[in-house]
C-alpha cells in the first residue's frame, strides 16, 4: 500500500520523512513478543518496530564496510 505517515519517530532512530506505508506478514508470536516489548519501554510498537529495523540496517551497513 502507498502513502505518507505523519508521524515522525525521534531523529536518533535514524527513520526520516516521508514515511511510505507498508504490509508485513509476521508470525503471530513474533508480534506478541514485539508488543510486549514495546509496552515495556512504553512505546508504540510499529514505532519500535522502526527502531529495531533501522538499527539492525545500520549495524549490517557498519559490518559491510
Known sequence: ?????????P?????ERPTHSVTVRLPRRLLQELKVLAKNRDVPYQSFMKVLLAEKVAE???KAG
Open 1 to 9: 500500500a502507498g502513502g505518507t505517515g505523519a508521524a515522525t519517530p
Open 11 to 15: 531523529a536518533e532512530t535514524g527513520v
Open 60 to 62: 549490517l551497513r557498519r
